[in-house]
């Protein structure tokens, strides 16, 4: 990696002394480019990686868009800037890597439903390709001025710098991935569960900040396998999941507990937040339509909650939140426990009084 760095060193180097004449100015940019090798060579995640070549392709060529796409066993990873631009480029990375656009994870950014986005002409996109190894990715530009061909040798020295070193670190990625991750959902699986919440509640306390928890499982599950078979049961458990995931924070944490069971970690989150939550992903489940083998599939899912509480370990708030998930069940399911108490006006407690009388 040191060598292909030294070589976007000279390379650049050249640029530079071409397009600015002082010295002044060559020193200047010649520090720039050093003070991102230096930082590209430091970075230990591959998104740190992936922000280092934005700043570092920003800060020498300048864009008015810059993406860089990575793709994963499941999906695919995207660095985006601006954000502004994430409908015009969305259908061109979902038809590139031949998925949907809800199968983008998106690194840097975090967007609302229903958020205005502007749309954007892509006429003078351009893209790099980059495969190494376990790592095939694009970096989608638009630039501020015309692309010479100097400058696409520029971007493909500064990615073939970054190729080695995120190469590796997707793989130390996976590997990781592999020991901690559900391969059916890509949730956390129960064991790493146990590990975060651990550290959560010790975070917590530390902090005396909230910590709340929830338990849901699907349904009568045994009866979606029954009718539409195992592989309709696992497409079930990915797009719930999928649609959890996608309607918690960022800091938030879901992890399969087993089988159709789900649990997550909310961190900074009372009990009442938790619930409201609940019902929200308990009322998203209900209206989900899921189509397999041309059958639509409906599920509800029942919900327990519970919140940390002093003295209060793993066992206990887990517990808890099992104790109200059973509740759940009892009162007819597709339900939360506990449940959210709506407190009435005067007037609609009177209108109420009325109708009792």
């Known amino acids: 990696m040191k060598q292909a760095l030294q070589k976007i ?22 520090n720039k480019l050093t003070h991102h090798i230096v930082a590209l060579n430091k970075k230990s995640s591959s998104r740190e990686i992936i922000n280092e070549v934005a700043v570092c392709l920003k800060d020498i060529l300048g864009y008015r868009l810059f993406a860089f796409v990575v793709k ?52 003078h996109l351009v893209y790099y390709e980059l495969n190494e190894e376990n790592c095939y990715s694009r970096l989608y530009m ?13 971007v493909s020295l500064i990615l073939q710098g970054c190729a080695t070193a995120l190469s590796k670190q997707i793989k130390m990625e996976n590997l990781t991935d592999a020991a901690v991750v559900d391969p059916l959902t890509g949730c956390y699986n129960r064991r790493e569960f146990e590990t975060q919440i651990n550290r959560h509640i010790a975070t917590a306390a530390r902090h005396r900040n909230p910590l709340s928890l929830f338990m ?5 599950f045994k009866r979606i396998n029954d009718t539409h078979g195992h592989l309709g049961g696992d497409r079930v458990l990915k797009e719930i999941s999928l649609l959890v995931k996608d309607n918690m924070r960022q800091g938030d944490i879901l992890a399969r ?29 209900a209206a989900l339509r899921i189509i397999h083998n041309g059958t639509c599939i409906r599920v509800t899912a029942s919900f327990g ?11 206990k708030i887990i517990q808890d939140a099992d104790t109200m998930l059973y509740k759940a069940k009892l009162n007819g399911r597709n339900t939360v426990m506990p449940g959210l ?14 109708i009792r009388l």
């Open 72 to 123: 994963k066993t499941s999906g695919v990873d995207v660095w985006l800037d601006p954000r502004m631009y994430k409908k015009s480029l969305e259908d061109i990375i979902s038809k590139d890597f031949n998925i949907r656009p809800e199968d983008l994870n998106y690194l840097n950014q975090t967007f609302e439903a229903g958020e205005l986005e502007e749309e954007f002409s892509m006429k």
């Open 257 to 285: 507990y087993g089988g159709e069971e789900f649990v997550a970690i909310l961190p900074e989150t009372d009990k009442a937040k938790a619930m409201e939550l609940a019902d929200r992903l308990r009322s998203k489940i």
């Open 142 to 154: 638009l630039p501020q001025k015309q692309v010479t061909p100097f400058h696409d040798e520029v």
């Open 341 to 354: 108490i709506k407190i009435c006006s005067p007037l609609q407690t009177e209108a109420k009084e009325k």
């Open 305 to 315: 909650v519970s919140e940390l509480t002093p003295n209060c370990d793993m066992n």
């Open 216 to 220: 849901f499982d699907l349904d009568y």
């Open 9 to 30: 060193t000279s390379t650049l180097s050249d640029f530079f002394s071409m397009v600015f004449s002082s010295a002044a100015n060559h020193a200047a940019a010649q």
